[in-house]
Protein backbone atom coordinates (compact mmCIF):
# COMPACT_ATOMS: atom_id res chain seq x y z
CA UNK A 1 0.00 0.00 0.00
CA UNK A 2 0.96 3.64 -0.31
CA UNK A 3 2.85 5.58 2.59
CA UNK A 4 1.94 8.79 0.77
CA UNK A 5 -1.25 10.67 -0.61
CA UNK A 6 -0.84 13.24 -2.42
CA UNK A 7 -3.88 16.12 -2.56
CA UNK A 8 -5.16 17.15 -5.15
CA UNK A 9 -5.11 14.06 -7.65
CA UNK A 10 -5.01 17.08 -10.27
CA UNK A 11 -4.45 20.79 -10.47
CA UNK A 12 -4.79 23.26 -13.48
CA UNK A 13 -3.94 27.08 -12.86
CA UNK A 14 -2.70 29.75 -14.93
CA UNK A 15 1.06 31.11 -15.55
CA UNK A 16 2.31 33.11 -12.97
CA UNK A 17 -0.07 31.79 -9.97
CA UNK A 18 1.49 29.52 -7.38
CA UNK A 19 0.61 25.96 -7.14
CA UNK A 20 0.19 24.05 -3.64
CA UNK A 21 0.27 19.88 -3.17
CA UNK A 22 0.21 18.50 -0.33
CA UNK A 23 1.12 15.02 0.86
CA UNK A 24 0.03 12.81 4.20
CA UNK A 25 2.01 9.74 5.53
CA UNK A 26 0.87 7.12 7.70
CA UNK A 27 4.08 6.24 9.64
CA UNK A 28 6.86 7.89 11.41
CA UNK A 29 9.76 8.77 8.68
CA UNK A 30 13.02 9.40 8.38
CA UNK A 31 13.13 11.77 5.57
CA UNK A 32 10.33 13.24 2.93
CA UNK A 33 11.53 13.87 -1.16
CA UNK A 34 9.76 15.36 -3.73
CA UNK A 35 10.16 14.22 -7.11
CA UNK A 36 8.95 15.90 -10.74
CA UNK A 37 8.20 13.36 -13.76
CA UNK A 38 7.41 15.20 -17.02
CA UNK A 39 5.19 13.41 -19.57
CA UNK A 40 7.21 10.28 -20.61
CA UNK A 41 9.92 10.34 -18.24
CA UNK A 42 11.52 9.27 -15.48
CA UNK A 43 10.93 10.95 -11.97
CA UNK A 44 13.94 13.58 -11.46
CA UNK A 45 14.38 14.35 -7.70
CA UNK A 46 13.27 17.96 -6.56
CA UNK A 47 14.04 18.41 -3.05
CA UNK A 48 14.26 16.24 0.32
CA UNK A 49 13.48 17.58 3.97
CA UNK A 50 14.84 15.79 6.85
CA UNK A 51 12.29 14.48 9.86
CA UNK A 52 13.94 17.50 11.60
CA UNK A 53 13.08 19.94 9.39
CA UNK A 54 10.47 22.06 9.41
CA UNK A 55 10.65 24.43 6.19
CA UNK A 56 13.33 23.96 3.01
CA UNK A 57 13.58 25.97 0.16
CA UNK A 58 14.93 25.41 -3.42
CA UNK A 59 14.84 28.54 -6.14
CA UNK A 60 11.00 28.72 -6.40
CA UNK A 61 10.42 25.88 -4.12
CA UNK A 62 9.25 25.49 -1.09
CA UNK A 63 8.63 22.51 1.08
CA UNK A 64 7.03 21.99 4.33
CA UNK A 65 6.86 19.07 6.51
CA UNK A 66 4.46 18.92 9.69
CA UNK A 67 5.70 15.48 11.40
CA UNK A 68 2.97 15.76 13.94
CA UNK A 69 0.12 16.15 11.22
CA UNK A 70 2.16 13.63 9.39
CA UNK A 71 2.12 15.74 6.49
CA UNK A 72 4.09 17.89 3.95
CA UNK A 73 3.13 20.54 1.28
CA UNK A 74 5.51 21.75 -2.10
CA UNK A 75 4.78 25.13 -2.98
CA UNK A 76 6.24 26.21 -6.69
CA UNK A 77 5.80 30.16 -6.42
CA UNK A 78 5.67 32.07 -9.57
CA UNK A 79 4.70 29.34 -12.27
CA UNK A 80 5.30 28.69 -15.49
CA UNK A 81 4.45 26.30 -18.30
CA UNK A 82 7.44 23.96 -17.84
CA UNK A 83 6.15 23.27 -14.73
CA UNK A 84 3.18 21.40 -16.13
CA UNK A 85 4.70 17.58 -14.62
CA UNK A 86 3.51 15.38 -12.27
CA UNK A 87 5.11 15.58 -9.24
CA UNK A 88 5.44 12.88 -6.08
CA UNK A 89 5.72 12.74 -2.83
CA UNK A 90 8.23 9.71 -1.48
CA UNK A 91 8.80 8.81 2.30
CA UNK A 92 12.11 7.02 3.81
CA UNK A 93 11.55 5.46 7.31
CA UNK A 94 15.15 5.29 7.90
CA UNK A 95 18.38 6.69 6.53
CA UNK A 96 19.47 4.38 3.58
CA UNK A 97 16.18 2.47 3.59
CA UNK A 98 13.54 2.47 0.13
CA UNK A 99 11.59 5.13 -0.55
CA UNK A 100 7.69 4.61 -0.97
CA UNK A 101 5.85 7.03 -3.06
CA UNK A 102 2.82 8.20 -3.07
CA UNK A 103 0.12 8.62 -6.06
CA UNK A 104 1.10 11.71 -7.77
CA UNK A 105 -0.47 15.31 -8.33
CA UNK A 106 -0.88 15.80 -12.27
CA UNK A 107 0.02 20.05 -12.10
CA UNK A 108 -1.06 21.68 -15.48
CA UNK A 109 0.28 24.97 -15.72
CA UNK A 110 -1.91 27.27 -18.37
CA UNK A 111 0.28 29.64 -20.39
CA UNK B 1 27.87 10.75 -17.78
CA UNK B 2 25.12 9.13 -19.08
CA UNK B 3 23.27 8.40 -15.38
CA UNK B 4 20.68 5.40 -15.11
CA UNK B 5 20.34 4.03 -18.70
CA UNK B 6 17.73 1.38 -19.55
CA UNK B 7 17.08 -0.87 -22.38
CA UNK B 8 14.57 -1.03 -24.20
CA UNK B 9 12.70 2.22 -24.59
CA UNK B 10 9.41 -0.19 -25.54
CA UNK B 11 8.74 -3.77 -26.26
CA UNK B 12 5.51 -5.91 -26.79
CA UNK B 13 5.15 -9.16 -25.91
CA UNK B 14 2.64 -12.40 -26.85
CA UNK B 15 1.49 -13.84 -23.44
CA UNK B 16 3.68 -16.73 -22.31
CA UNK B 17 6.97 -14.74 -23.81
CA UNK B 18 9.76 -13.68 -21.62
CA UNK B 19 12.64 -11.16 -21.82
CA UNK B 20 15.04 -9.19 -19.74
CA UNK B 21 14.98 -5.71 -18.84
CA UNK B 22 18.40 -4.34 -18.74
CA UNK B 23 19.64 -1.57 -16.68
CA UNK B 24 23.01 0.46 -16.00
CA UNK B 25 24.05 3.07 -13.84
CA UNK B 26 27.48 5.24 -14.00
CA UNK B 27 26.88 6.98 -10.85
CA UNK B 28 29.16 4.36 -8.58
CA UNK B 29 26.07 3.79 -6.42
CA UNK B 30 25.23 0.94 -4.55
CA UNK B 31 21.59 0.82 -4.52
CA UNK B 32 19.18 0.22 -7.44
CA UNK B 33 15.78 -0.44 -7.85
CA UNK B 34 12.98 -1.79 -10.30
CA UNK B 35 9.12 -0.31 -9.94
CA UNK B 36 6.70 -0.62 -12.23
CA UNK B 37 4.46 2.39 -12.60
CA UNK B 38 0.96 2.18 -13.91
CA UNK B 39 -1.93 4.95 -14.16
CA UNK B 40 -3.16 6.52 -11.10
CA UNK B 41 -1.14 4.89 -8.84
CA UNK B 42 2.17 5.98 -8.24
CA UNK B 43 5.60 3.88 -8.49
CA UNK B 44 5.45 0.45 -6.97
CA UNK B 45 8.78 -1.59 -5.86
CA UNK B 46 9.28 -4.79 -7.38
CA UNK B 47 12.74 -5.48 -6.72
CA UNK B 48 15.68 -3.96 -5.19
CA UNK B 49 19.35 -4.20 -4.47
CA UNK B 50 20.79 -3.15 -1.49
CA UNK B 51 24.27 -3.87 -2.56
CA UNK B 52 26.20 -5.70 -5.11
CA UNK B 53 25.14 -9.50 -4.44
CA UNK B 54 22.30 -8.53 -2.98
CA UNK B 55 18.46 -8.63 -3.97
CA UNK B 56 15.08 -8.51 -1.62
CA UNK B 57 11.48 -8.41 -2.71
CA UNK B 58 9.74 -5.41 -2.61
CA UNK B 59 5.89 -4.50 -3.01
CA UNK B 60 4.68 -6.37 -5.64
CA UNK B 61 7.70 -9.33 -7.03
CA UNK B 62 5.36 -12.06 -8.42
CA UNK B 63 5.74 -12.83 -11.49
CA UNK B 64 9.59 -11.13 -11.85
CA UNK B 65 12.94 -12.26 -10.94
CA UNK B 66 16.16 -9.94 -10.47
CA UNK B 67 20.07 -10.51 -11.41
CA UNK B 68 22.18 -7.85 -9.88
CA UNK B 69 24.70 -8.75 -12.08
CA UNK B 70 27.79 -6.23 -11.15
CA UNK B 71 28.16 -2.80 -9.36
CA UNK B 72 26.32 -1.06 -12.86
CA UNK B 73 23.82 -3.26 -13.92
CA UNK B 74 20.21 -4.63 -12.32
CA UNK B 75 17.92 -6.76 -14.73
CA UNK B 76 14.42 -7.43 -14.36
CA UNK B 77 13.08 -11.25 -15.99
CA UNK B 78 9.84 -11.97 -16.88
CA UNK B 79 9.89 -15.41 -17.36
CA UNK B 80 6.22 -15.44 -18.75
CA UNK B 81 4.85 -12.61 -19.38
CA UNK B 82 0.80 -11.69 -18.41
CA UNK B 83 -1.26 -8.72 -19.50
CA UNK B 84 -1.31 -7.56 -16.53
CA UNK B 85 2.63 -6.84 -16.62
CA UNK B 86 1.91 -4.09 -19.00
CA UNK B 87 3.47 -0.98 -17.14
CA UNK B 88 5.79 1.46 -17.73
CA UNK B 89 8.80 -0.01 -15.59
CA UNK B 90 11.88 2.39 -14.19
CA UNK B 91 15.08 1.54 -12.65
CA UNK B 92 16.78 3.74 -10.11
CA UNK B 93 19.58 4.40 -7.99
CA UNK B 94 20.75 5.63 -5.30
CA UNK B 95 24.44 6.01 -2.79
CA UNK B 96 22.37 4.45 0.10
CA UNK B 97 23.70 4.52 3.16
CA UNK B 98 24.42 8.11 3.45
CA UNK B 99 22.90 11.18 4.24
CA UNK B 100 20.69 11.03 1.34
CA UNK B 101 18.53 8.53 0.07
CA UNK B 102 18.43 10.78 -3.48
CA UNK B 103 16.85 7.99 -5.99
CA UNK B 104 18.10 9.10 -9.79
CA UNK B 105 15.74 7.19 -12.71
CA UNK B 106 15.93 5.81 -15.75
CA UNK B 107 14.26 7.02 -18.58
CA UNK B 108 11.40 4.20 -18.19
CA UNK B 109 10.32 0.88 -20.55
CA UNK B 110 6.95 1.06 -22.09
CA UNK B 111 6.26 -2.73 -21.98
CA UNK B 112 2.66 -4.00 -23.30
CA UNK B 113 1.79 -7.50 -22.91
CA UNK B 114 -1.45 -8.89 -25.56
Known amino acids: SQQGEEDPQALSIQEGENATMNCSYK?????LQWYRQNSGRGLVHLIL?????REKHSGRLRVTLDTSKKSSSLLITASRAADTASYFC???????????FGEGTQLTVNP | NAGVTQTPKFQVLKTGQSMTLQCAQD?????MYWYRQDPGMGLRLIYY???????DKGEVPNGYNVSRLNKREFSLRLESAAPSQTSVYFC?????????????FGPGTRLTVL
Open chain 2, 92 to 104: ASSSSGGRTDTQY
Open chain 1, 49 to 53: IRSNE
Open chain 1, 90 to 100: ATSQTSGSRLT
Open chain 2, 49 to 55: SASEGTT
Open chain 2, 27 to 31: MNHNS
Open chain 1, 27 to 31: TSINN
